[in-house]
Nanobody
């Protein structure tokens, strides 16, 4: 089992940047593909980005390509989401999640562990 704790959310103006971190407990961090999801008020939780166990495969949803970067540091048991050129439509609670899959799934159901979420608010 792994526990995930997100941090780094906050309030930022449009065009600004934030870096989210997700710290994982346990010694098996490298055996999980990791993903970031977000959920805006009244909307479904959606896939944002995912990274494979090795870090060699990375996926993004179209709306964040070129603006967001996911990475992982196995030595620190941490996955990051660097978010640049933020837009008001990026406002949501952001969650990190862990999957047993080798490559990161894009569907919520394939993730087994979830963090508590961190709020990101982008003002116009």
């Amino acid at each position: 089992q792994v526990q995930l704790v997100e941090s780094g959310g906050g309030l930022v103006q449009a065009g600004g940047s934030l870096r989210l971190s997700c710290a994982a407990s346990g010694r098996t961090f490298s055996t999980y593909a990791m993903g970031w999801f977000r959920q805006a008020p009244g909307k479904e939780r959606e896939f944002v980005a995912g990274i494979s166990r090795s870090g060699g495969s990375i996926y993004y949803t179209d709306s964040v390509k070129g603006r967001f970067t996911i990475s992982r540091d196995t030595a620190k048991n941490t996955v990051y989401l660097q978010m640049n050129n933020l837009k008001p439509e990026d406002t949501a609670v952001y969650y990190c999640a862990a999957s047993y899959a080798v490559v990161p799934p894009t569907t919520r159901a394939q993730y087994v562990y979830w963090g508590q979420g961190t709020q990101v608010t982008v003002s116009s």
